[in-house]
Every structure is written in C-alpha cells, then in structure tokens.
C-alpha cells in the first residue's frame, strides 16, 4: 500500500521536506517522544534535543522516497530504527571523537525493514505507549468537561476513588463510572491516533 492511496495525513505530508507546517506538527507530535527516549538512553536534556534534530534532519531526507509497506512493519518501528540509531551515533561521536560523521553513519543506516536491526526495543515501546497517551489526555481536556477530568487526574495520581469522591462531592459510584468513561474515551482517542499515524 502507498501512502497515496490513504486519506490525507501527516505521513502524506512530511513526504514533501517543503512543507515547514508539516514538518512543525510532526515535531510538535513526535519530538517529546524522541527526546524522552533519548533521557532513557542517558543523554542529557541538551544532547537529546540534538537527537531530536538530527532524526528531523534524516527523516526529511529520507521521507520523500519512502513508502509504507505493512510487510515492513509499522510507523512505530521505522521511526524507532531511527531514534535508536540517531542516540548511537550521538554516543559514538562522543566516544570516538576523531571519526566523522560521515564515518558514523556507515555504521549504523540500516533499512528499517531488515528483521535483525528491527529487533524490538521494549524502553521504546513503553515511551512510544507512554507518548500516546500523553497526546490522548491532551485532547481529552480540551474537549471533555473538566469536572471529570479532573477526577480521572487524581485517580491518575494515585488517590483512591473514595477519597476522590469525598474531595469532590461525589459518590464512589460517580467517581466509578468516571474513571470507567475516560478510560475507554482514552482508549478509542489511542487508537485513532495510531490508525492516522500509519495511514489508514
């Protein structure tokens, strides 16, 4: 399946290395991740940024020629390959620092088809997980009403649903059935999500 053939999407559109709004929400969408990620594979917070750019950098080139294959997995891992890659490249420029980049990168451009570099990684799994949800929460309360969501937020926190329920006046039954509505509103907001980031 080419991306062409789907409804118009990011994917579609981050094809076109011109098109600066594209390429800004899929910084906005994805740059969070990459940096966290980054943070897991012990950079700091100013050498994850750098990642973060380089992956922008070599995804605009190689974009414009890729196209989506489910063979060839999914969105999720080709922009893990990178991720993974940019992060040991970034550690082996700091470690052999009297070889190029151009050097660098012969050693680890790997087509993310190929089953041995696309191995998984659960720390990326989890972040990727983690980073859906966070997109998720953020659309739900800027369209749910922030009595509820702010119910579900404590839950989130940890607070027990009893003590939830005398903090904001409700009954345990409420707080319940609350937990139970986001819970699933979150669920089908995920996976829209990851339907529109794989181009269907």
Partial sequence: MDWTTTHPSL???IRDPADAHAWREFDRSYGELIVRY???RGLQHADAEEVRQAVLV????AM???QYS???????????TAVRNAVSRFHRRKTCPGIGEGALSLLDDVDPADPVSNEPDAQWEREWTHHHCRLALAS????HDSGSVRVFERLLAGQEPAAVATE?????DAVLKVRQRIRARLREI??????EEDGG
């Fill in 140 to 143: 739900l309360r800027r369209t």
């Fill in 38 to 40: 980054a943070r897991t």
């Fill in 168 to 172: 904001m006046g409700m009954t345990l």
């Fill in 190 to 195: 995920v996976a829209q999500q990851v339907r």
């Fill in 11 to 13: 994917l579609d559109r």
């Fill in 58 to 61: 070599n995804l605009s080139r």
């Fill in 64 to 66: 414009p020629g890729f």
């Fill in 70 to 80: 489910p063979l060839k997995g999914r969105f999720r891992s080709y922009l893990g």
